[in-house]
């Protein structure tokens, strides 16, 4: 069966620091792969997404970036944090051409 | 362009009555349809989604959904809801035929059931 892990569970961060969250997807091949925000009491942002590696697509202007440097690996990184990146981030996953996506259990992040 | 909009922001019952969860979407070309259910600090866990035939959808935890095509609808029903159904439940709509499968979600609904 399918897996989907994510880490750290919860992180403190201070302003200005870089950030390195990482998702990875077991029990599957060529998943697409796929970032959310969610910020307190508000719905859930597609920051970026990926249909193969190296090959990301962003939603969003930010201060975020993306990678993707093997098939079921999904990185998400900052140089320099903002206050605004606090939030709970989510990676999903589905296969290609399928609708149905499955989240991982998310990553709090808290930037003082 | 896509968009999900969930009528409700807080939802609070009594247990063992029953609920609606309401969200409607718009879109210019046919859609899937989905709800998602989130713990307190967790991930989102599928509940249950429309992709075609039958407009009454059930999924896990005794909860059901009618797509309603001609009033863009996709509320979500439980006849009778438990204490630990208390969570956030979102709303979400996917464009297709589509490569990316990207989903778009409502803002979601805090459901709250009091003993």
């Known amino acids: 069966s399918q897996t989907i892990h994510q880490w750290p569970a919860t992180l403190v961060q201070p302003v200005g620091s870089p950030l390195s969250l990482e998702c990875t997807v077991e029990g599957t091949s060529n998943p697409n792969l796929y970032w959310y925000r969610q910020a307190a009491g508000r719905g859930l942002q597609l920051l970026f997404y990926s249909v193969g590696i190296g090959q990301i697509s962003s939603e969003v202007p930010q201060n975020l970036s993306a990678s993707r440097p093997q098939d079921r690996q999904f990185i998400l990184s900052s140089k320099k944090l903002l206050l605004s990146d606090s939030g709970f981030y989510l990676c999903?996953?589905?296969?290609?051409?399928?609708?149905?996506?499955?989240f991982g259990p998310g990553t709090r992040l808290l930037v003082l | 362009a896509q968009s999900v909009t969930q009528l409700d922001s807080q939802v609070p019952v009594f247990e063992e009555a029953p609920v609606e969860l309401r969200c409607n979407y718009s879109s210019s070309v046919s859609v899937y349809l989905f709800w998602y259910v989130q713990y307190p600090n967790q991930g989102l866990q599928l509940l249950l989604k429309y992709l075609s035939g039958s407009t009454l959808v059930k999924g896990i935890n005794g909860f059901e959904a009618e797509f309603n095509k001609s009033q863009t609808s996709f509320h979500l029903r439980k006849p009778s809801v438990h204490i630990s159904d208390t969570a956030e439940y979102f709303c979400a709509v996917s464009d297709l035929p589509s490569n990316t499968g990207k989903l778009i979600f409502g803002q979601g609904t805090t459901l709250q059931v009091k003993p």
């Open positions: 999903a996953w589905s296969v290609r051409g399928r609708e149905t996506q499955y």
